[in-house]
């Protein structure tokens, strides 16, 4: 077997927008529903996992990656591995792609595509919640999508991170500004985007305004929330996917088993938003989004950076 491509950071310069990930997420889910299945394996502080996805019309692959709390002091990444694409037909490996790449663009997508069927599209205000690379990733995929928007604020705990990063989507042409006060940041927002490691709930539903629409990212555990019972008793919630959110992700699978919610009151998920069964119904509700991720994600992300690294045969 000839070897397999293996596509990193270097190969997608100039190669991949956020609104053709978003596009390619939306045809996916266009698609027959996925098969999936996942490993999710722990260690005190530590994870493994695996993402499995077979997608009729979109192939199948495994992401397989780790999750190491200790890696920064030995400076290493805290997340590596990897993601591996098998020819729908034959089943034969077809490329092989850095699982942070995937993530990233899948990431990113997962929120664009929720926002774009939930948000205003006239919003304005955008409020990131966390400071790290999904954060910045937020960023650029929310000003790629929204043109009105006008004012980027970023809340941190640490203010010199919050910095950082305001000065990094400079460099990239994004205007944004530090959030001092997050009750205030959050009140004045359009879109409120939440990407931290937070196990306790820092989102307060009291700090809303009318419209306003709430990206949830940062939770992935089953002890982890970002958002409290108000927001979500205030909110129209709705999920990326309902098999690897309700019953996985403390965001929902607390207040589920507390009672603050129910089943029911998850009005939908990315297949439901694309094919027009469910979505925002006016401009004053609020509108929460919980993104969880999934393999199927991960597979339509893939398949996207396959297609635009990989030269595909001339049928000719």
């Known amino acids: 077997m000839p070897a ?21 997420l939306a045809a996916g889910h266009r698609l027959p529903r996925a098969q999936i299945g996942d490993l999710f394996l722990t260690r005190g502080d530590d ?15 495994i992401k397989t990656f780790s999750v190491m709390a200790g890696n920064g002091a030995r400076g290493l990444p ?18 092989i792609i850095d699982s942070k790449l995937v993530t ?33 990733s937020l ?39 530090v959030a001092p006060d997050l009750a205030e940041a959050v009140a004045q927002a359009d879109i409120v985007a939440s990407a931290t490691m937070s196990r306790q709930p820092i989102l307060r539903g ?22 409290d019972d108000t927001l979500l008793r205030r909110a129209r919630i709705f999920v990326d996917s309902r098999e690897t959110t309700l019953d996985h992700i403390g965001e929902l699978k607390i207040p589920l088993a507390q009672g603050v919610i129910t089943r029911d009151s998850v009005l939908g998920d990315h297949y439901d938003l694309e094919a027009g069964r469910a979505g925002r119904r006016s401009a004053d509700e609020i509108t929460l989004c919980k993104n969880g991720g999934g393999a199927h994600l991960d597979l339509m992300t893939a398949q996207a950076i396959m297609a635009a690294c990989v030269p595909q045969p001339n049928p000719g």
């Open 4 to 24: 397999l491509p293996y596509i990193t950071e270097a190969d997608v310069a100039g190669r991949l927008s956020w609104p053709a990930m978003v596009e390619a």
């Open 47 to 61: 994870t493994l996992m695996g993402r499995a996805a077979w997608v009729e019309g979109a192939g199948f692959g």
């Open 78 to 95: 805290s997340v590596q591995g990897v993601m591996v694409i098998y020819d729908e037909d034959t089943g034969t490996p077809a490329a």
């Open 104 to 136: 990233r663009w899948k990431t990113g997508a997962d929120s664009g595509l929720g926002a774009r069927h939930l948000a205003r599209p006239d919003s304005r205000a955008l409020t990131i919640v966390g400071a790290g690379e999904v954060a910045g």
């Open 139 to 177: 960023a650029e995929v929310y000003s790629a999508l929204f043109p009105a928007l006008d004012r980027i604020r970023i809340w941190n705990r640490t203010a010199e991170n919050a910095q950082r990063l305001v000065q990094g989507l400079a460099a990239q042409g994004i205007a944004a500004e």
């Open 206 to 227: 009291e700090w809303l305004r009318p419209g306003t629409h709430v990206d949830l990212v940062g939770a992935f555990r089953a002890d982890m929330r970002e958002a």
